[in-house]
């Protein structure tokens, strides 16, 4: 395909035109963990066209070059890219006569190993009082001595560079350098970092862009160096506009490989073929939204399922809070409980590792779609695993898929009624029903289930808060997006006593499904000296369950919050404690009505308000690891009570010890 014309390009996304798709994919080697072997053959396992060779694997291989040549062509890999060359350009003549010197040793070196393209990083050290002209005229004579070896050079403007920071600035020396094998690599990490306008690819022909390398980021305020190396991760999976970044670059007529680079202190120690895997995915995703195509949205909650240690414990909370027990499911030791368009089903299958790890936990959430089908087929295009469930003939089978901590999500169809599979409960069940609460827990304040009918106050699940584990968050964050649509909020650290919890709210636009992930802090993941253990990629279901056996919660959604407490608390219902010194600051905060205040704090409700709107709500008694919220939103506000959430997890901290 001609690329002349290039400055006034097609955009890729103009009326009628097909958008453009991914002509290759890449991955730096950085980007994974083991030996540079290993990342070879994990990158070829996912699917990768080729690869970054990343210099300091390459020095730390025991493989030849020729080695590496053979490797790559056996695994069916390109090499793409040597990098990086540093500290080349800008430099007194002495220094720079050292540096061609430098260079041509590697030159020699990517000859051996088959690469015709070198990264060069603007300078960030030893560049001397600049002068456009010189590192102009730098750039041209190593283009120069780079094409005695049919070579090219690509000039990526690191965000840190001493004088070049922007890709502006360095296609200005390349254009002006003028030499056929003189391009630029743009790299979104360096450019979105410092929020440059990508409207301005449109400014570089295409075919001089001899590089391009994607990488996502949260969105943090700290030096740019530091929040490049450890904290990058893969599209989807951060805060970056990649999308307005892959048109833009489509649009200067872009159709050699996309690459990955991401320095991240997680992939860097989490399975290889794992990794390699995601990074698949999140060029999967990429590819898909800037083409526009977007997964549909979830419509609402279909149910959440929670496995106990403690059943029975479980049982009791529920219709303490007003729902209706259903009853035993017909074949299944499962009993489901509900109030409004709330479902819950508790499953009794207690498994040795949670009660190992004395948890309870989120083992599903169902969410409707309009078309299970087609998102459980784009699940499996995302390669995510399969969920299912054993059922008998009669059941209504779900589609369902796991999230990478582990949780099954189960995929219903939109309905405003209840779910069909509600009719395979039963009520009576041998006395099963109420009897659920009764061995343990029978006596004063246990009402029969059937007496407490759902009464109104609960009108459906808010959220579903998951606890994941630390080298799982940014996978659970791109699972979310890519498979429905919803957006991450900007994230949050939640102080607790046992570390600082990251936490990143998904959603729904319209709020209709808002799935809270909470990052577990390390120190308190009783498994991480297995991470690498799945070498196969495969996700060990009961190592799982047993990492995801922290606080996790179910929230539902009422209409008046105060008195949905004040029945619980009626019938018997422990919430967990708020202590004083919450109501005093919250009294300082907001000038709130004394009265309201005192109900408030006897109720163990806590409150928030924003421009939005008003927020009440409280938790429950945790049961095992599992606990629930009951929240009432007023006037459109929108968030999760700003402060409750280190005050709740102190207080279970303390509950836990005692
Ligand atoms: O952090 C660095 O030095 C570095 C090196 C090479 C790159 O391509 C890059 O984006 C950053
Ligand atoms: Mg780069």
């Not at 999140?282 to 399922?305: K, M, N, R, V, Y």
């Not at 049961?623 to 709740?648: C, I, K, L, N």
Request: charged share 25%.
């Amino acid at each position: 395909m001609s690329q002349s014309a290039p400055a006034v390009n097609a955009n890729a996304n103009a009326v009628n035109a097909e958008p453009t798709r991914m002509s290759r994919t890449s991955i730096a080697t950085v980007c994974l963990a083991g030996t540079f072997e290993e990342k070879m053959r994990a990158a070829a396992e996912a699917g990768f066209d080729g690869i970054e060779v990343f210099e300091p694997d390459l020095v730390a291989s025991p493989l030849s070059p020729e080695q590496v040549r053979d490797l790559a062509a056996e695994l069916g890999l390109t090499l793409d890219l040597y990098q990086p060359f540093r500290d080349l350009e800008g430099v007194e003549e002495s220094v720079f006569q050292d540096n061609l010197r430098r260079l041509e040793g590697k030159f020699q070196l990517m000859q051996r190993l088959g690469v015709d393209l070198i990264l060069l990083c603007s300078n960030v050290g030893t560049a001397t009082s600049w002068e456009d002209e010189v590192a102009v005229d730098q750039l041209r004579r190593a283009a120069d001595l780079a094409a005695g070896y049919q070579i090219r050079i690509a000039y990526e403007a690191l965000a840190w560079g001493r004088f070049v920071n922007t890709y502006e600035h360095a296609w200005s020396l390349v254009e002006q350098a003028d030499r056929p094998n003189l391009g630029v690599c743009l790299d979104s990490f360096h450019i979105l970092s410092r929020r440059g306008d990508v409207s301005g690819f449109r400014a570089i022909p295409g075919e001089k862009v001899f590089f391009v390398q994607m990488a996502d980021a949260p969105i943090m305020l700290m030096d740019v160096l530091s929040w490049s190396r450890h904290h990058r991760n893969f599209p989807g999976e951060g805060g970056f506009d990649l999308v307005t970044f892959m048109r833009e670059l489509y649009a200067t007529g872009y159709t050699g490989p996309i690459s990955l680079e991401v320095f991240s202190d997680i992939y860097r120690q989490t399975e290889s073929v794992r990794t390699a895997r995601e990074a698949m995915r999140s060029l999967q995703w990429l590819d898909d939204a800037q083409a526009g195509e977007a997964p549909t949205h979830p419509t609402g909650w279909d149910f959440a399922e929670v496995r106990a240690a403690e059943p029975a414990d479980l049982a009791e909370v529920l219709t303490q809070l007003g729902f209706e027990d259903h009853g035993r499911h017909r074949t299944k030791d499962v009993h489901l409980f509900s109030a409004g368009h709330a479902r819950v089903v508790t499953n009794d299958r207690t498994e040795a590792p949670l009660e190992h790890a004395g948890g309870s936990v989120i083992a599903s959430i169902g969410l409707q779609v309009p078309d299970p089908r087609t998102t459980a087929d784009h699940a499996r295009a995302l390669h995510y695993p399969k969920a299912w469930r054993a059922n008998r003939a009669d059941e209504m089978v779900l589609r369902g898929v796991q999230a990478p901590d582990g949780t099954e999500v189960f995929l219903a169809p939109t309905s405003a009624a209840a779910p069909q599979w509600v009719a395979e409960y039963g009520r009576n069940d041998g006395g099963r029903v109420a009897g659920a609460a009764a061995p343990r827990d029978a006596g004063a304040g246990t009402e029969p289930a059937g007496v407490v009918a759902g009464d109104g106050l609960i009108l459906g699940i808010d959220h579903v808060n998951l606890a994941q584990p630390w080298q799982w968050f940014e996978e659970g964050v791109l699972f979310y997006r890519s498979l429905f649509g919803l957006e991450a909020q900007v994230s949050n650290d939640v102080p607790s006593p046992q570390g600082l919890v990251r936490s990143e709210v998904m959603r729904t636009p319209d709020g209709a499904v808002r799935v809270p992930l909470n990052l577990i802090p390390h120190g308190l993941d009783p498994g991480r000296s297995s991470t690498t253990r799945t070498v196969t990629g495969q996700i060990d279901h009961d190592e799982l369950r047993l990492k995801a056996a922290y606080p996790q919660h179910v929230a539902f959604l009422a209409s008046d919050a105060v008195e949905v407490a004040r029945r619980a608390r009626a019938r018997g219902l422990r919430m967990l404690p708020v202590p004083s010194n919450y109501y005093e600051d919250l009294a300082a905060r907001f000038a709130l009505d004394e009265a309201f205040l005192a109900e408030l704090r006897e109720n163990d409700v806590m409150y928030d308000r924003d421009e939005g709107g008003e927020f009440l709500h409280f938790y429950t008694r945790t049961v095992g690891t599992v606990f629930f919220e009951v929240v009432e939103r007023r006037d459109g506000y929108e968030g999760y009570g700003a402060g409750s959430a280190p005050v709740r997890l102190a207080a279970q901290y303390d509950l836990d010890r005692q």
